[in-house]
Every structure is written in structure tokens, then in C-alpha cells.
């Protein structure tokens, strides 16, 4: 998905047919690895009833990713910003807060908790817009973040060398260079641990 899809400037025409209120970004917490689903549920049930004039978007801020495998080879995909968590333009009243609110998997907008003037509990939780100035950065941040390397071999892993001068070594590995696809491990070589600088298709990490 691309977040920077659908720009708030992109959908002023929309905005001005719509019904008195400023349409603001809000934080809703959902529960965790949901946030998918709920956007889904969320785009049906706007739909279904009928308040798609005051639910604009609903969004998962994501930036792009290169995982690199053992083998050297590279999976692309994407990673959420905030796991946990959507975003949803919205112009707030009773109605449209009940249509997310009630979504399944949905936990709570991010706000302000309200006290109850009676009785016991936590009271509830007043949903408070993102500024301006967050908006923006999370939009620049989705739009414009380089892709996040990824590998997987971390420091203190164990590899066996499958090609090369050091083949059939064992080690541990003490530095991760995934924008190189390279790596540093302490191999024993002549009774000494020495540092060996070995290419992600060299090696096998050790279970």
C-alpha cells in the first residue's frame, strides 16, 4: 500500500462538499498484527453505513523494506511505522465515532482519558486530532524514507563458512554490514580467534 496515496491537498474537491467541520487525522489503536483486517472492516462498515461523508481514509503508515537473505538474494516488502496503530481522516461526531469505535478489533482512539463523575472505572477516552505538523511528518516519512535493510544474522550468531579460503571454519558473528551484504566473524584460525570479513553467500548461520 502506499501511504502517500490520496495527499490531504489531493482531496480538497472532495472536502468541500462535505458537511460543516474540518476533516482532522486521528490515531486509533488497534490490536496487534489487526491492523489490515480493521481497515478492511472499517472501509465496509463506512460504506454500509453511510458515513463515508465524514470517515474520509483510513491508512497504516508503511515504509519500504530490504530484507536480506542468507543467501544474498533480496526480499522487498513493507514494514508498518507504527504497528498497532491506523490513522483515519474523519470529520469527529457521534455517529462516525461509533462506525470506528465499534469496529471490530478496534481498542480505542488515541486522546485524552476523561474521568467519570461517578461510580468506578476509568471514564472514557476523548479522541484528540494529530497537529498539522504530525500529519506532515508521517507523510514525508512514508513518502520519502529509503528503504530499511534488513538481514537475517545478527551479532553473536553462529555460522559455518560454506565457500571460499575459510571454508568449512565455524565462527561468531561480530559485525552486520547489510548495505554491503557482508559480515565480520570471529573464525579460529591457528588456535586464534581472527576477524574475517565473509559475503552473505558464503555462510550459513548455525541453529
Not at 545478527?154 to 548495505?179: N, Q
Not at 591457528?190 to 548461520?205: A, H, M, S, W, Y
Request: with cysteine; glycine share 8%; net charge neutral.
Amino acid at each position: 500500500m502506499n501511504f502517500a496515496a490520496d495527499r490531504p491537498e489531493e482531496i480538497e474537491q472532495r472536502q468541500q462538499s462535505q458537511p460543516q467541520g474540518r476533516p482532522r487525522w486521528y490515531a486509533v489503536q488497534v490490536a496487534s498484527g489487526c491492523e489490515k483486517r480493521v481497515k478492511t472492516d472499517l472501509e465496509q462498515r463506512i460504506n454500509t453505513l453511510e458515513v463515508a461523508d465524514r470517515v474520509l481514509q483510513v491508512q497504516i503508515p508503511q515504509t519500504p523494506t530490504v530484507k536480506i537473505r542468507k543467501d544474498g538474494s533480496r526480499q522487498h516488502g513493507q514494514e508498518k511505522v507504527f504497528p498497532g496503530y491506523i490513522l483515519v481522516q474523519m470529520i469527529m461526531d457521534d455517529d462516525a465515532w461509533q462506525v470506528v469505535k465499534n469496529t471490530p478489533n478496534v481498542i480505542n482512539f488515541v486522546g485524552a482519558e476523561q474521568k467519570r463523575n461517578y461510580g468506578r472505572g476509568r471514564g472514557h477516552v476523548k479522541p484528540l486530532p494529530l497537529s498539522p505538523g504530525e500529519v506532515e511528518r508521517i507523510f514525508k516519512q512514508a513518502e520519502g524514507q529509503e528503504p530499511i535493510v534488513k538481514v537475517d544474522m545478527a551479532i553473536g550468531d553462529k555460522i559455518a563458512v560454506l565457500s571460499g579460503p575459510f571454508k568449512d571454519f565455524e565462527g561468531e558473528v561480530i559485525e552486520v554490514s547489510p548495505e554491503r551484504s557482508k559480515l565480520k566473524a570471529l573464525l579460529s584460525i591457528f588456535g586464534r580467534d581472527t576477524p574475517v570479513e565473509l559475503e552473505f553467500n558464503q555462510i550459513e548461520k548455525q541453529s
